[in-house]
């Protein structure tokens, strides 16, 4: 419970402080969240070469992706994606039902527009910890309810 | 294991986005530490109200310390404070044989002058955990050997 309160109040001061100084100098909304994804890959990409120190070679892409929703969002977020799906043809879908960035903002539709901000930097985690292990991606997030939260991934074939 | 990553990587992201953005503007590097410093404080406020949801009330300032020393610092940095010393007069010193944020840093001297920009962080979070205890004070931190750290909680007397 501590460590999740740490990462969550960082991650939280992290939004605050971009936003912030977006303000005073001539930033738009758009390289906030470039900048909170950016920091996300880099995360991401530290992160996936420790969580998969130990583990043994993926047989192919969805058994890597299989793994994002498992043991990588364990770690981090200390639940399992609730749905994967998958059109085989490079693109899935991650759906978490009680996403743990979006709970600490009330479920009504009043804060929906925040919730872009909430999301950046969880969709760099994925992008780095994909790219890291050799897939390239684009990432995207879209929520309609909160705190229930889809996570788009595009494959990029190489 | 996964957790420290995650925090200590989002630790160094926000020292390196903060650095950087102080390149770019007129920022210097005292305002840099402030900057940390403040997020450390309120990220402190924030899990010292977690942590003390539950215990009991404090007899005094050195049973603060103690949490603190304890507690506090086993959920953050996953080891106890090493050695609490006091002058019994608002001054106590905490060491930190291996302190955390450190360990990653190369013991030898070369990287002595990065060290601050790596504990105001802990500073600010060390201050807000005790202001939210109704403890003001002046947390300052010094290193001679890495990754060996001392941090300085001078009282304010109210």
Known sequence: MADEALFQFLH???????????EYGEMENGRC????????????Q???????????RFKDELDVMKFICKDFWTSV????????RTNHQGIYVLQDNKFRLLTQLSAGKQYLEHAPKYLAF??????GGLSNLGVKSIVTAEVSVMPACKFQVMIQKM
Chains 1, 2 share one sequence.
């Not at 969240?33 to 991401?44: A, P, Q, S």
């Not at 530290?46 to 043994?56: C, P, Y």
């Open 33 to 44: 969240i470039t900048k909170l994804e950016n920091m996300g890959f880099r995360v991401g």
């Open 77 to 84: 977020f200390k639940k399992q994606i609730d749905n994967l």
């Open 46 to 56: 530290g992160l996936i070469e420790r969580f998969t120190k130990d583990t043994a």
């Open 122 to 127: 969880t969709c760099g985690l994925v992008r």
């Open 12 to 22: 939280n001061e992290v939004i605050q402080y971009i936003y912030k100084s977006a």
